[in-house]
């Protein structure tokens, strides 16, 4: 059975030090950035001058080789000409918000079958689309990256299998929910290698 009271893709819970997450900070995503982001997404810093000001720069990531993670899209700042759309529409400069505090955790469901075992070790995602009508991510975690060893390409760290509503702890399937930080960030990188 699916997991419905997660969002998709990553959604920020908590701090290591047990209070709630922050805010975010604003980004753009300019309008040369050709695919379209949702909740949920991995981000990444751009070293891009802005189109319209200082405003920092920001990309969606897909499977992310050896590069440092940002954090996950919270949410998009609205846009007057449809105020009701839910993603940033690609090749379109929109201003987003990332959650981007390198001591946040994330729930974000798995995409094969999990297991307790898996606390402390080291993973991936698997980049789906989105959903247009939720805004939300298509992203999982990829099941058969799953290791021990840490790498510049396996961003996630688990810390837990979370029980959630409506869903056991562990399935033998998919649809399960970890607890996972971001080992591979760009302020705080905790996995050896120098990236980009």
């Not at 300019?30 to 200082?54: C, E, R």
């Not at 720069?57 to 105020?83: D, E, F, H, K």
């Not at 993973?123 to 959903?131: E, F, L, V």
Request: proline share 4%; charged share 10%; net charge neutral.
């Amino acid at each position: 059975m699916a997991n419905n009271s997660v969002q998709g893709g990553l959604t920020p819970v908590r701090t290591l030090i047990g209070v709630l997450t922050g805010i975010g900070n604003e980004y753009e995503i300019l309008a040369s950035d050709g695919t379209a982001t949702f909740v949920g997404d991995m981000m990444k810093a751009q070293n891009t001058a802005s189109a319209v000001d200082g405003c920092p720069n920001a990309i969606v990531t897909g499977v992310p080789g050896a590069v440092l993670v940002l954090g996950s899209m919270r949410a998009i700042r609205p846009t007057l000409t449809n105020l009701t759309l839910q993603y940033r529409v690609a090749s379109t400069l929109t201003r987003v918000n990332v959650e981007d505090n390198p001591w946040v955790t994330f729930h974000i469901k798995d995409g094969g079958a999990s297991a307790s075992a898996d606390a402390f070790l080291y993973a991936t995602i698997t980049a789906t689309a989105g959903n247009t009508t939720t805004g939300q991510s298509g992203y999982v975690i990829n099941a058969s990256s799953i290791t021990g060893t840490g790498t510049t390409s396996l961003p996630l760290k688990i810390l837990r299998t979370q029980p959630a509503i409506g869903n056991p702890v562990l399935n033998a399937t998919s649809g399960s929910v970890y607890e996972v930080m971001i080992v591979n960030h760009t302020f705080n990188q905790q996995v050896a290698s120098a990236l980009i």
